[in-house]
């Protein structure tokens, strides 16, 4: 995996939320009206976008990302993709990177819910986002308004070209009314709801990354706060999937070793009322769930029996001291 690269200019949903177009989710292109000089499933690549001089495959210049050929006819492309998770979409990034030539003028997206099956003739698509210029070799930061769930998306391009990367960031919608009161879930993971509310730093690395599936592949993926050169400590504020009882906590440095944080700690608590950006003063009062740990190099971290008895809660405040990379931090609870 490609280090990823933080644009400043990008908006908090890129940061906050999933990608819900992520394959490594579960993401997958169904089809497209077209996929003739690069497949579909390639615009869904997790690494940004490369661009190869001189490659060439079997019908013209390789690219990175999906492209279609060019339109003699009237009407437009398009591509279906099916979400990794159903969910609420907060925004998009449509991104044509290394496209100059040959970038679609405009694009829109719709969105469906479909409840089994793929979608079909009789689905009902929702405009999510309306028909928008497109530049080459740019980011497009889309925000979404719509706070329905939805299970699959529809990128149109009029008329024709290509999109290197599609980015579908949300907030995935689990039906948790028959869960288990008794058995333990990660309320931490972004693929179960739970999402970042904020970060003091994020330099290196989205702090949203501490909260997706699976181990880091490599120092790239996980969150990594810049060389700190006052007193203090850097921070995130993460949003439980759920409200619950936390009973074990892993704080994971993979990969990260001259640079891994000194010490750990989290504070928590039960939230009702208020704004995300509420939060940021009120966390730094938050009593302690588990007071200030040693870390360790490229290692997977546990505990248990240093929890703070706190109940219920819905956020923690997650403290690296005084900087530095995690890979991923779990927190296995019960539902309250």
């Known amino acids: 995996m490609a280090l990823p690269i933080l644009d400043p200019n990008a908006p908090d949903f890129t940061r906050r939320y999933v990608n819900l177009a992520d394959p490594r989710l579960g993401a997958q292109a169904l089809e497209a009206s077209d996929e003739f000089f690069a497949p579909k499933d390639r615009m869904l690549n997790p690494e940004p976008a490369v661009f190869i001089p001189g490659k060439y495959d079997e019908h013209g210049k390789w690219m990175d990302g ?41 694009a829109s997206v719709e969105a469906a819910r479909v409840v089994g099956g793929a979608p079909n003739q009789s689905t009902q698509w929702t405009p999510i986002v309306p028909s928008t210029t497109l530049q080459g070799n740019s980011h497009h930061y889309l925000e979404v308004t719509d706070s329905n769930a939805y299970t699959h998306v529809r990128v149109n391009i009029y008329p024709d070209g290509g999109i290197a990367r599609l980015r579908v960031y949300g907030q995935p919608q689990v039906d948790w009314a028959g869960a288990s009161r008794t058995e333990l879930f990660d309320l931490a993971a972004m693929e179960n709801g739970a999402y970042l509310v904020g970060a003091n730093n994020q330099h290196f690395g989205a702090a949203s990354t501490i909260l997706m599936p699976g181990r880091g592949v490599n120092m790239g993926d996980g969150w990594e706060t810049r060389r700190r050169r006052e007193p203090g400590n850097d921070w995130a504020i993460v949003a439980l999937a759920q409200p619950g009882v936390i009973r074990k906590i892993e704080v994971d440095t993979a990969h990260f070793k001259g640079n891994f944080p000194d010490r750990c700690s989290i504070q928590a608590a039960y939230v009702t009322g208020g704004t995300d950006s509420s939060l940021i003063t009120q966390a730094m009062f938050w009593p302690v769930l588990l007071g200030e740990q040693k870390l360790q190099m490229d290692k997977q971290h546990f505990f248990e029996s240093e929890l703070e008895a706190l109940g219920p809660i819905t956020h923690v405040r997650f403290n690296i001291i005084p900087d530095g990379g995690v890979s991923r931090l779990r927190l296995w609870g019960t539902l309250a």
């Open 66 to 106: 999906w492209e279609t050929r060019r339109k003699r006819t009237t009407g437009y492309d398009w591509c279906i993709v099916k979400l990794a998770r159903p969910g609420a979409i907060k925004g998009l990034d449509v991104d044509t990177s290394h496209f100059t030539g040959n970038f679609p003028p405009a």
